[in-house]
Structures are given as C-alpha cells and as structure tokens.
C-alpha cells in the first residue's frame, strides 16, 4: 500500500479494516471468522483470523450434490450467521461460497472475508470501483438500488440451489432445477421465493429462512 497514492491507499485500508470492524461488532459467533487484528505493521497491512482446518464451500460444491443432511445443516448453518450479521445492521452483500469455511471436524459453516459488508450504521459504505462477476450476488447490489437483508437472502438461495441441484443454473430457471430434486415442496417453493430477481417477492428476514428449516423434517 505504500505506493499507492494518498486517496487508493486510505480507501484500501477502509477494505482491509471493515473485516476486522464486523468480525469485532459480532463478537464470539460459531458461523463468523474470529479476527485476531488487523493493523499495518512496516510495509504491510496484517489482517489475521483465528486458524479453522477446513476447505471452502467452493471446494466441497465441486464434488456435487448435497446430501440431505448436509444441505439442511450446512445451509442452516450459513442462515445462521447471516441473521447475527443482520442483527447488527450489517448486509454481507457478497456472499458466495467461496466466502465460506466448512471446519474439517463437523462441517460447521463459518462466514469469512467480510471486507464488502455494509455497515449501516457509523461507516462509510465500501464499495469496489467495478464489482467482479459473481453468479450468487443479489442483481441490485450493483445497481443504484439501496441494498437491504433482502439481497443476502438472495444469495443464500443461489448457495441452496447449487448445492441441492449440483449445479448452478441460469437466474430464473431455478425453480425448474428444485423440481428435480427430492425435497419438501415447501422447502423448494421458499427457496424459489428467495431467489426472485424483484425482491420485493423475496421473504424479508433470515429468521424466516430458519423458520422453514426448522419444520423440514
């Protein structure tokens, strides 16, 4: 960072600190990465976490379909975490497997990488100059519609699909995709819901996600 111009340098350090400013404003949560610091030392910014043996969800989708077990509890889990985000007035925005931790010895979900949450309280937003693609992100996101939960609600649908389905299909054919599934109607018409491009047809809350889960049996 050091030979970066003023301006690039201080947005930058907003990045790399916003990580450590929402692991801090959640605390001790079994889903959410448990930062240690993050602090320029020399010439280098340290951004640490507490170390969890695992592999990435991204990793684990490559090997295909979910189990039913491992859908439930790995997507409950996930749900879990983004409702101790939202509690805190923080939209993850970016959410994509890729973002979350599997721990070797239990499979418990951990959501890691926190740089693009948005606080909506007390910080400036931090938004990169052109987004990278990504298939999981909510359309609006990148739009000039203000985000709300509704867009991580989004993304956790897409997460569900692919791992239900094996793969992730084009927007608007996931419906198509779940009815090959064997799962509870309820549960595959929810996760439709979530996955609508207008989010005003979206369920409002992650404790609605968890509500339906619950009663999967």
């Excluded at 010895?105 to 926190?114: A, E, G, K, M, Q």
């Amino acid at each position: 960072l050091r030979h970066l111009p003023g301006v690039e340098r201080e947005r930058l350090e907003e990045h790399l600190r916003r990580h450590a400013d929402v692991s801090e404003r959640i605390g001790p949560h079994p889903n959410i990465a448990a930062n240690l610091t993050a602090a320029w030392s020399g010439d280098h910014w340290w951004v640490i976490d507490r170390w969890e043996e695992g592999q990435t969800l991204v990793d684990r989708l490559v090997d295909g379909a979910f189990s039913e077990y491992e859908l439930k509890f790995i997507m409950t889990g996930i749900a879990i975490g983004l409702l101790a985000l939202h509690a805190e007035e923080i939209i993850r925005r970016e959410l994509s497997p890729k973002f979350v931790l599997l721990r070797e010895r239990d499979d418990r979900p951990i959501l890691t990488d926190f740089e693009l949450a948005k606080l909506q309280e007390g910080k400036p937003t931090v938004s990169p100059d052109e987004w990278p693609a990504d298939p999981y992100r909510a359309p609006e996101v990148t739009g000039d519609t203000p985000v709300d939960i509704r867009s991580d609600v989004y993304s956790w649908g897409r997460i569900f699909v692919h791992a239900a389905c094996g793969e992730l299909p084009e927007q608007g054919q996931e419906p198509a995709y779940l009815a090959k599934v064997n799962l509870p109607e309820s549960v595959a018409q929810f996760v439709g819901a979530c996955v609508r491009v207008p989010r005003s047809k979206r369920p409002e809350s992650m404790a609605a996600v968890l509500d339906v889960l619950k009663e999967w049996r």
